[in-house]
Structure formats: structure tokens, C-alpha cells
């Protein structure tokens, strides 16, 4: 009963911190800058609620099916569903993508602290400083690594406000083709979808849940709420600095937790698991790549959650979801399934095109 209520809580309040410091750290560097356009917020939404939400709910109606972390799920659900082995590469994509999403996230942050607090040090340093305290964090309790980062996304948001943050009017502007991308990178990359996150974190709750929904839409609106806040923020002072660089170290810690713990129960020997830990991780502090590291994160994490729908859309059985959803209508699954099926993969698509067409 203790880890029920505990998971109830703890899910809203993870996804809040994970997709306010990932899009806080990566934003600004990968050129998803908001700017206060209300004609994006708008985009924004709409992909939120077409894309971001039913992938939510097919996170947790696999959680729900499974009972197990995604890594280790993916045996399961393949055979359950008679389909080649293959498709197991969604769970390993995601387990290494983890810890490559940490490294960004430290590195950027690093180049953050480098500029605005620690000028005398090089940003490969601080990182590997970050990512080294990251990994030693990482070890201490999961609810109060939780709360840990929570306190350092608050304390960072009242700092950079009381600190005179000047912000740009809201206008609004012409929808640009390459805007579509940049509003679904923010809505399923930065809000840390298919990455089993929210399927691993809610495992205890949806065990005594009837319905998917009991459990997806507060992380939505917890990942709804984190890009409003995002909206009100901006770091340009030294203090500020340090308070998100306290989120993001605690965030690194607590993701790097929950990956080493699919790692575990795939039962995969502990020297591949530090390979697969630390590897993506400090690979980031090779200055001269890091820019590219940043539209290949982009880019990879479309790609999984782009699997995972045309897997669960596609490759499993059309039943199979259908009790762990339990929908109070059958519209509403008919609507779900036309958006995992259809809607999200070509969405996806485009982004990735809108993207690529962004480099270029």
C-alpha cells in the first residue's frame, strides 16, 4: 500500500522535473528557443494533446500489461504478440538513450555554468565533475532523488524570477514548417516519452488501478505544466546557474538510477552495464562533436518513440492493450488507437523531416 501511494505521487512529480530540465538545458542549444511566440505555444499544445498524450497512454497500458520495466518487458510483449525479436531494439534504444540524454543534459549545462559562474574552468572539466557526482548520487534512494530535484527545478525558477529575468513581450509570428518539429521534439523528446521512464516509475500504482487513465494524464499535465513554467524562465545571472545545475545533476542521478535498474533486471553482466552507463555519458565531453551529439540526441529520441507506436499500433494484437486502457467508451480507444497508429508516426515523420531540413 506504501509503494502504491508513493508511486502516485511519484510519477507526477518526476515527469514535472524531467521535462523542465531537459527542456531547460537543451532548448536554448538545439535552437528550440520558445521566444514567447504565441503562435508556437498554440502548435505546442496541439502536440501535446495529439501526440505527447497518447503516447502517455500507451506508456502506462504497457506498464499495466507487463509488470515489468520496459527493457525487460519487451521479451514479453513480443511474444505475446508473435512478433520477431527484433522489435526488442525499441527497449536497448531507450536503455542507452538514457544515459546519452544525461550526458547532453550535463554538457549543456556545463557550457551554462562555464559562461555565467566558472570561466576559469573548461566545460569538459565541469561535466565530467557533474557527471561523476551524477553517478555517485545516483545510488541513494529513488523518492529522494525525486524530491532532490524538485526542490533544485523550484528553487532555479524563483531564483531566475526574483533575479530581474527580462523576458520578451508575447507576439505573435508566421507558423514556420521547421516550428512542427520543434513543437513535437518538446513535446515527446523533452518530456521524456518512450523512454519507459513513467512506464518504470508507475509499475506499483497500475497494479491496483482500473484504468490507464488514473495514472497518465497527471504525468500529462505534469509534463503540461513543466513547459508553461519554461515559459517564465531564463537563466542570465550566476545564481540561477547553480540552482539549475543542481536540478540537472539530481536529474541525471535519478534517471541514471532508473536505467541501471532495467539493466538489472535484463540480468545483463555488471561490467556491460557500466559500459552502457558510462560510455554515452562522458562521451560528451569531446568538445568538438557536441553540437552534432545534440541533433543526433534529437533525432534518436523521435526515432523511439516512432517505434514504440508503430510496434503498438501495428505489430501487437488489437486486444491486448484494450483491458490494461479500460476506456469508460469505446470511442475513446478508437480515437487512441487511430492516433498510435496513424497520427503519431506521421507526425513523427514530419519532424524528423523538419528537422533535418533545419540543419541543412
Known sequence: MQDNAM?????PLMAFCVSFIIIATLAPITGIQIDRQLDFWLLWLATMLILALPLCYLEIALAKRSNTTALQALSKLTRDADA?????LAGWLAAVFIPFLVGGVLSNISQLLQATAVPALGTPIVLAGLAVL???LSFIPRQITVLLTAVGVLASLVLANVMGTQLPAWHVTPVEFSEWGSA???????????LGLYWQSSLFATQSQESATQSALPIWFAQLLAVVAFGFFAVKTTVPAYALAFAATMFAALVLNLAREQLQQRQIAMPVQWLVILVPVFIWAIPSISPIFNTVLILWGLVI?????????????????????????????????????IVIPLSIVLAIVAVLGRML
Open 7 to 11: 508511486s502516485k505521487w511519484l510519477s
Open 134 to 136: 551524477a553517478i555517485v
Open 84 to 88: 520477431s525479436a527484433k522489435w526488442r
Open 184 to 194: 513535437t521534439v518538446l513535446a515527446l523528446v523533452a518530456s521524456g516519452l518512450g
Open 305 to 341: 518513440c516512432l517505434v514504440y507506436a508503430i510496434f503498438v499500433g501495428w505489430i501487437m494484437k488489437i486486444s491486448h492493450l484494450r483491458k490494461a486502457l479500460n476506456f469508460s467508451n469505446e470511442a475513446f480507444y478508437n480515437i487512441w488507437r487511430i492516433a498510435v497508429r
